[in-house]
């Protein structure tokens, strides 16, 4: 299979920026140099970006925005993982009873959207830090993701070395923890990169409604809430920032959407 | 007889009704190898995994059956109480060595964890258990092939492994369910000659799940029929084969190309 070479570079790049952003920004992303002269230039050499209404170089407020929305995006993501595995598993490998009482709950969370749910979490904790956001995202992220792997745990739960292994007097959670969630990882490993593919305009969303991470810290959908205001006079307090989200979003689909394929058993050669 | 394993009215019916066990009552002696045979659907492997409690949530064993394994009943055990019966005192042994290995584990490591399991605490002690065990077992340079995962062993040394993980403990009673069937012919023999060499060595009573009259012959001293989930026939092989009392098991001798006369 080919792989997206594209995809996985611009993703690189992406992420190597941000964890760089001290060394590769030419300004600081929250100086406001010279509010008057400075304000709302447009792209030059000096700015690539151009600067905001507040004199800000946009390119320095990306690249470090890149930091809080991809660290968010990832951590929360991590969140839902955990939790979401956790209960996944349980649900999958006892079966019976519990199963049908954890998903009930899945469902029912599963029932509201997930926008609606973060806006009503957010509008009562009012002004957020980022690591409120990363639970707010998580908690609200897991029982997608628990679904896919009690679905998996299932399967797996059904093969002959499972069986085997416990006719070999292996306790069931060791069993489930040695011999079958091993076998579930590359699967739950793709939903958590697509998870981050829908975390990212989820936070970008929340950050323009002014209810993301609190305002001198960047974030795409910060930078976006302050561009739109001047948004007849500059386009690119609009274009880059957005550009920012879409591609990083699409990166990490096609990854994700690749990972996936390569691990489709019908197109794996036969064991 | 001194049963090592007493199976007394197990009875086993499948969610929606099914009655795949019925009534079922044979004892083992120990260090005895018993042929259990029957048609696919007849129920002997639900037969075996009812006895080592392995069958799911779907399937229900009825209160009035017993099994007792060296006079323990195993029936009132519960899972925590089972899982160290199982490997120890009982194992299993499965039809397709490349399911029933964890593909993900190397082969020494899948049997070290069994002895672990039993009481070794030291994870080289256990780790050199498993390949002693894999060397009795018949697998070439086990010491190498201890570190190889599952795919990269034949189907025959796949098989020696699964054997040596169900011996390791020695425990006192094996259920080999249709250990040979997945197996090329001259494979077959070999496993066979295996089981019978282990089950001598050890005192292993060995329950061979099968529907191949042929290796019942050559291997057993006693056959058990199943059909429809009843236990039709029990009697030593030599013969059921000369003159089976039930007309399904002559049906079911008839029903093999050639058959050879018991040694």
């Known amino acids: 299979m080919r792989p997206p070479r594209a995809a996985i570079v611009t ?41 905001d209404q507040y004199s800000r170089d946009v390119f320095s407020r990306i ?84 679904r896919i792997v009690r679905a998996q745990v299932r399967e797996v739960a059904a093969l002959d070395y499972v069986l085997a292994a416990r006719a070999l007097g292996i306790p069931p959670l060791r069993v489930l923890l040695r011999h079958v969630l091993p076998a579930v990882m590359p699967q739950v490993l793709v939903a958590a990169t697509l998870g981050v593919a829908t975390v990212i305009p989820l936070e970008a969303g929340l950050s323009f409604l002014g209810l993301g991470v609190p305002a001198p810290v960047p974030s795409w959908g910060g930078i976006l809430l302050d561009g739109y205001e001047q948004r007849l006079r500059a386009w690119w307090l609009l274009v880059f920032p957005s550009a920012a989200i ?26 | 007889m001194n049963a090592v394993l007493d199976v007394r009215n197990l009875d086993v019916t499948y969610a929606g009704g099914h009655r795949a066990v019925h009534d079922v009552s044979f004892a083992m002696a120990p260090g005895e190898m018993v042929g259990l045979v029957g048609e696919s659907g007849s129920g002997k492997s639900t037969l075996g995994l009812a006895v080592m409690r392995l069958l799911g949530t779907r399937a229900r064993i009825a209160i009035s059956s017993r099994v007792s394994l060296e006079g323990r009943e195993l029936l009132d055990l519960d899972e925590r109480e089972m899982c160290a019966v199982r490997g120890r005192l009982m194992s299993m042994v499965f039809q397709e060595p490349a399911a029933a290995l964890n593909p993900v584990m190397r082969v020494g490591d899948q049997i070290a964890e069994v002895v672990r399991l039993h009481g070794e605490r030291s994870r080289g002690a256990a780790l050199e258990r498993a390949i002693a065990m894999m060397e009795r077992a018949g697998v070439p340079q086990p010491g190498r092939r201890a570190f190889a995962y599952p795919h990269e062993l034949s189907g025959g040394l796949r098989q020696r492994v699964m054997i040596a993980m169900a011996l390791v403990l020695q425990p ?38 099968t529907h191949d009259l042929g290796i019942v012959a050559e291997a057993c001293s006693r056959a058990l029929v199943m059909r429809a989930g009843a236990l039709v026939e029990a009697a030593p092989v030599d013969q059921l084969f000369r003159a089976p009392a039930h007309p399904y098991t002559a049906e079911l001798l008839r029903a093999v190309p050639r058959i050879r006369k018991s040694a």
């Open chain 1, 63 to 146: 690249v470090y925005g890149g930091r809080t929305s991809l660290s968010i995006a990832g951590l929360s993501v991590l969140v839902a993982l955990l939790i979401g595995t956790s209960v996944g598993a349980v649900a999958g490998y006892a079966g019976g009873r519990a199963d049908r009482w954890l998903m009930r709950g899945v469902d029912a969370a599963l029932s509201v959207p997930r926008l609606l749910l973060v806006l009503v979490l957010a509008a009562a904790f009012g002004q957020m830090s980022a690591a409120g956001l990363v639970i707010v995202l998580g908690l609200t992220g897991w029982p997608g993701m628990s």
């Open chain 1, 11 to 51: 993703l690189a790049v992406i992420v190597l920026a941000a964890l760089a952003a001290p060394v590769i920004t030419p300004y600081n992303p929250a100086a406001q140099p010279d509010i008057v002269a400075d304000k709302n230039l447009s792209p030059s050499r000096a700015h690539p970006f151009g600067t």
């Open chain 1, 246 to 271: 879409v591609v990083t979003v699409i990166a990490v689909n096609v990854v994700g959407e690749r990972l996936r394929e390569s691990l489709d058993p019908r197109l794996r050669p036969p064991v």
């Open chain 2, 172 to 209: 006192a009673v094996i259920i080999a369910d249709e250990p040979t069937s997945a197996l090329d012919v001259t494979v077959q023999a070999q496993i066979l000659e295996l089981l019978l060499q282990l089950q001598r060595e050890s005192g292993t009573a060995v329950l061979l799940i």
